[in-house]
């Protein structure tokens, strides 16, 4: 069960007037992977940021850019988030009718493509577009906000997406955000998941270093 497990911090919950330093203070905490949080105000009743702070902030950094799309028609932006430095890019299926073809969009643009399901959408959905999928997210609170509460209906859902992609012998990711802390993360990982994302449980807790492998412990505790 103890796979290489990426704790990829939520920068929602970071100082937002000081992202290089936060970017330069999660790389010495050994972190690979950065979660931005784009919103429209549309999708989710909240804006936060778009390609140019991503652009920007590209040139400060080489995390990997794991950049969860909550915005309606998600497919008029993906040449701006490749231009921005994406590495890998998450649209939510609720956003998407055309959701095969975003998808490949995505990957011809050569950036991971995933997709996010909020708390009520069925992982059945995916079954035929797995294959094509990088990683797949499972929200585990109604998107918007940070500092919100595990759903624990999550739990079942990750272990039912472990289960399809096993059985169809893919390695797809399974990418977990929303309410995630010390206390749940363990639980998560043995449900199935790969990625954990972790916005106020992470950036509340300084130093980041320390915070990291308190995840980290935390996952691999008996
Ligand atoms: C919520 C966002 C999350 C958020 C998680 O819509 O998608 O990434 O930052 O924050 P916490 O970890 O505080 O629930
Ligand atoms: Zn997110």
Request: aromatic share 8%.
């Amino acid at each position: 069960m103890q796979k290489n497990i990426i704790i990829s911090p939520s920068l929602l919950s970071s100082d937002f007037a000081n992202l290089e330093k936060e970017l330069k203070l999660l790389e010495q905490a050994s972190v690979k992977w950065v979660h931005w949080d784009v919103m429209d105000g549309h999708f989710v009743p909240n804006i936060t940021l778009g390609p140019p702070i991503i652009k920007k902030c590209r040139q400060k950094t080489s995390l990997f850019f794991d950049v969860h799309l909550m915005i309606e028609h998600p497919e008029k932006y993906l040449n701006a988030f490749k231009d921005a430095g994406a590495d890998l890019l998450c649209v939510h299926a609720e956003t998407c009718t055309h959701l095969d073809s975003v998808v490949s969009k995505i990957d011809e643009l050569g950036i991971k493509p995933a997709v996010a399901l909020n708390p009520h959408t069925p992982v059945e959905i995916l079954k035929y577009i797995l294959p094509k999928l990088y990683m797949v997210l499972i929200m585990s609170v109604n998107p918007g906000f940070g500092g919100q509460k595990f759903i624990p209906y999550s739990i079942h859902k990750i272990k039912k997406l472990r289960k399809m992609i096993d059985q169809q012998g893919l390695d797809t990711l399974i990418e977990v955000d929303g309410g995630v802390t010390l206390e749940n993360v363990k639980s998560i990982v043995e449900a199935g998941a790969n990625v954990v994302v972790s916005g106020s449980a992470f950036f509340k807790h300084p130093p980041y270093k320390k915070r990291h492998r308190e995840f980290i412990e935390a996952i691999s505790k008996k």
